[in-house]
């Protein structure tokens, strides 16, 4: 049986997302309360083989300046076929397509398992990837010097 620290681990090793707190907060009171803003690192482009791609968009939070998408963490209602946004605690319907849903019969987004999703989406235009880099500058000028070179050559 693995520790708590462990199996922190085995998830940053699995997933690429490192956590402020690994607890969400569980009201809007609480979330300003904490010390430490809730963040997290995220390792783009990290390889899942062992999940597939995603063939259909993601379900978004009906809460126009939210637009969270459906994830394991969000709360499901099957019976009224609602689920509430673990980010702004909206009610969302399920779209047409999860009629079906049931706790037997999930999508893969609400499955533990697909802790990250790679969707491929098929309606929304494209855009190009974007990266933002943030480099903490507390080290010594030679360190720091290479670590503007490396970024100079991969941007
Ligand atoms: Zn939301």
């Known amino acids: ?30 979330a300003s309360r904490l010390v430490v803003p809730l963040s997290c690192l ?16 993601p379900v978004l939070c009906t809460r126009n300046n939210c637009r969270a998408i459906l994830n394991p963490l969000c709360q499901v209602d099957y019976r009224a076929k609602l689920w509430v946004c673990n980010f702004c605690f909206q009610r969302n ?25 790679e969707y491929t989406i098929t309606r929304a ?6 990266y933002l880099y943030v480099v903490d500058t507390c080290m010594d000028e030679e360190e720091l010097g290479a670590l503007k070179g490396f970024l100079a050559n991969v941007t």
């Open 1 to 30: 049986m693995a520790t708590y620290e462990e199996y922190i681990q085995q998830n940053e090793d699995r997933d690429g997302i490192r956590f402020t707190w690994n607890v969400w907060p569980s009201s809007r009171i609480e």
């Open 125 to 130: 235009q494209c855009l190009p990837p974007i």
């Open 42 to 57: 995220y390792q783009p482009i990290k390889e899942r083989p062992d999940l597939p791609p995603i063939q259909y968009d």
């Open 93 to 117: 319907p399920f779209p047409p397509q999860y009629s079906a849903i049931s706790e037997q019969h999930q999508p893969a987004e609400l499955m533990p398992m697909f802790s990250t999703i």
